[in-house]
C-alpha cells in the first residue's frame, strides 16, 4: 500500500498542511477465515464501486456453486453483524447462488482504512489476458481430459 499512497510518517504528527497522516491497517493474521451467515453481513459504506454487472454476477454466482468462495471477505465489526470492506461481489453472487455462510476475515478499522483497503483490492489485481486465459483452458483439456463444457461449468463461463 506505500507504493499507493507513500511512506506513512511517524505516529501521532500532522503533516504539511495539517492532515492527519494515512493510517495503516492491521498485520494480517494467519487464522483460518471466520463463517458468517450472508444476511449478518451489509455492504460497505466505503466501497468505491457504484456498477454491479449481472452477467458478470450470474458468472461468479455459477463458479461459487461450482467451486465455493475462493478468498474470504474482508469485514468490519458493526452493530448487529458486519461491513464490507472487500468482497461485495463475491458477496453479492454468493447470496445468488444460494449460500447460506460465507468465509470472512474481520478487521476492525476506520473509514479511511476501509475505503484504502477496498481501493487497493481492486487496484491491486490483474486479471489473466486473453492468451494466458485460452492457454488454461487448453491445458485443462489435454491434461485432464476436461471437455469445453466441464470447462464452462468449472469456471463459471
Same mark, same amino acid.
Given at each position: 500500500?506505500?507504493?499507493?499512497?507513500?511512506?506513512?510518517?511517524?505516529?501521532?504528527?500532522?503533516?504539511?498542511?495539517?492532515?492527519?497522516?494515512?493510517?495503516?491497517?492491521?498485520?494480517?493474521?494467519?487464522?483460518?477465515?471466520?463463517?458468517?451467515?450472508?444476511?449478518?453481513?451489509?455492504?460497505?459504506?466505503?466501497?468505491?464501486?457504484?456498477?454491479?454487472?449481472?452477467?458478470?454476477?450470474?458468472?461468479?454466482?455459477?463458479?461459487?456453486?461450482?467451486?465455493?468462495?475462493?478468498?474470504?471477505?474482508?469485514?468490519?465489526?458493526?452493530?448487529?453483524?458486519?461491513?464490507?470492506?472487500?468482497?461485495?461481489?463475491?458477496?453479492?453472487?454468493?447470496?445468488?447462488?444460494?449460500? &447460506? @455462510?460465507?468465509?470472512?476475515?474481520?478487521? *476492525?478499522?476506520? /473509514?479511511? %482504512?476501509?475505503? #484504502?483497503? +477496498?481501493?487497493?483490492?481492486?487496484?491491486?489485481?490483474?486479471?489473466?489476458?486473453?492468451?494466458?486465459? &485460452? @492457454?488454461?483452458?487448453?491445458?485443462?483439456? *489435454?491434461?485432464? /481430459?476436461? %471437455?469445453?463444457? #466441464?470447462? +464452462?461449468?468449472?469456471?463459471?463461463?
Amino acid at each position: 500500500m506505500s507504493s499507493l499512497l507513500g511512506a506513512r510518517p511517524p505516529a501521532d504528527k500532522k503533516t504539511k498542511g495539517g492532515k492527519k497522516p494515512a493510517s495503516t491497517p492491521p498485520p494480517a493474521t494467519a487464522e483460518p477465515p471466520n463463517e458468517v451467515p450472508t444476511g449478518e453481513i451489509l455492504p460497505g459504506a466505503m466501497q468505491p464501486r457504484n456498477g454491479f454487472n449481472d452477467d458478470s454476477l450470474n458468472e461468479l454466482a455459477e463458479s461459487i456453486r461450482e467451486n465455493g468462495i475462493m478468498q474470504p471477505l474482508i469485514v468490519r465489526p458493526r452493530e448487529g453483524g458486519y461491513e464490507l470492506i472487500a468482497g461485495e461481489r463475491r458477496w453479492r453472487a454468493a447470496q445468488m447462488a444460494g449460500l &447460506a @455462510r460465507v468465509p470472512i476475515v474481520i478487521r *476492525d478499522v476506520d /473509514d479511511r %482504512t476501509a475505503l #484504502e483497503l +477496498a481501493l487497493v483490492e481492486n487496484l491491486q489485481r490483474e486479471n489473466l489476458d486473453s492468451i494466458e486465459e &485460452a @492457454r488454461g483452458y487448453a491445458q485443462l483439456m *489435454d491434461q485432464f /481430459d476436461l %471437455t469445453q463444457e #466441464e470447462i +464452462a461449468t468449472k469456471v463459471g463461463k
